[in-house]
């Protein structure tokens, strides 16, 4: 019988979800393919390459006969630190044009409809690698996200946090990225226990932070903050009304074909 395959990014925000199968109690029982851009995951899936794959919210809506992994994600209720818009210090009203980094596609959609939703108005789009001095030679405003958002400096650049935003727009939370299964492969998937293997990553915060210590110059407290006060890996209701909203204002807004109601595994 073969080795069910995953996939996720490899995100310091997805280690407390991917820890117990690179290191834990998971370890060894299935295949596991990192890489840095979330939508590289929703690719594979999209393949029928991985049996399940930790994806952009969005790719629910874009690709077929896709099944949720019910309560595990990344979110955030307030704020998420890592996804944001950046700007010279110009107000997001007077932003023109927009460098977009493309690696995760739930962001960019989010970032659309902030603009024309919400503020009323649609800039130049841009597609951009994340860099962000290169993306503000380009643009206004550049949609960051990731580790390299948490390396902004904020007494340089004007940041504007996109769970922020959408939050104080809506009054919900919002998930960036959950586990999904293509609808074939549901028997397998649901041998995975996700939560668990999240549960026992969040009891070894301690040694993901210390993972992490030479890759993102943020104090220990600052990181281990960031995954305990910023990111939420469980859905609350709020959340999943947000989750709903996104959906529907995505279709309403034409970057998505259909408005699919969710379906779990």
């Known amino acids: 019988m073969a080795v069910p395959r995953i996939s996720s990014s490899s995100y310091s925000n997805t280690a407390p ?3 117990s199968f690179l290191y834990g109690s998971e370890r060894g029982k299935y295949e596991l393919i990192l890489d840095t851009a979330p939508a590289r995951s929703a690719q594979l899936l999209q393949q029928k390459r991985v049996d399940a794959a930790f994806v952009p919210a969005i790719a629910f809506q874009i690709i077929d006969d ?4 019910p309560d595990v994600c990344v979110g955030a209720k307030e704020s998420v630190k890592s996804v944001c818009l ?4 110009l107000d997001l009203c007077d932003v023109t044009s927009v460098s ?3 690696s995760s596609k739930t962001s960019v959609v989010l970032t659309k409809i902030i603009f024309r939703e919400f503020l009323g108005f649609e800039p130049v789009w841009k597609n951009s690698e994340p860099d962000l001095e290169k993306m503000l030679e380009e643009a206004d405003c550049a949609l960051l996200i990731g580790d390299p958002a948490l390396l902004i400096n904020e007494r340089q ?6 769970a922020e935003l959408w939050k104080n727009y809506t009054d919900f939370g919002f998930v960036f990225a959950m586990w999904m299964a293509n609808s074939d492969r549901k028997d397998v998937a649901k041998q995975i226990n996700f939560a668990k293997a999240r549960d026992e990553g969040l009891t070894h ?3 993901i932070v210390a993972n992490y210590e030479n890759e993102i110059p943020l104090s220990r407290e600052e990181f281990r ?6 990111i939420s890996f469980e859905i609350d209701e709020s959340m999943l009304k947000g989750l709903k909203l996104y959906f529907k204002l995505a279709h309403k807004h034409k970057f998505v074909e259909q ?3 969710l379906t779990f595994i």
Not at 86 to 89: A, I, L, P, Q
Not at 157 to 162: A, G, Q
Not at 225 to 230: A, E, G, I, P, S
């Open 100 to 102: 977009l980094d493309v």
């Open 259 to 261: 408005n699919k109601e």
């Open 205 to 207: 915060l301690a040694e």
């Open 66 to 69: 896709l099944l949720i992994v």
């Open 86 to 89: 950046v700007t010279n210090g």
């Open 17 to 19: 979800l991917i820890w």
């Open 157 to 162: 650049f004007r940041k504007f946090d996109l």
């Open 225 to 230: 903050n960031y995954l305990t006060q910023n």
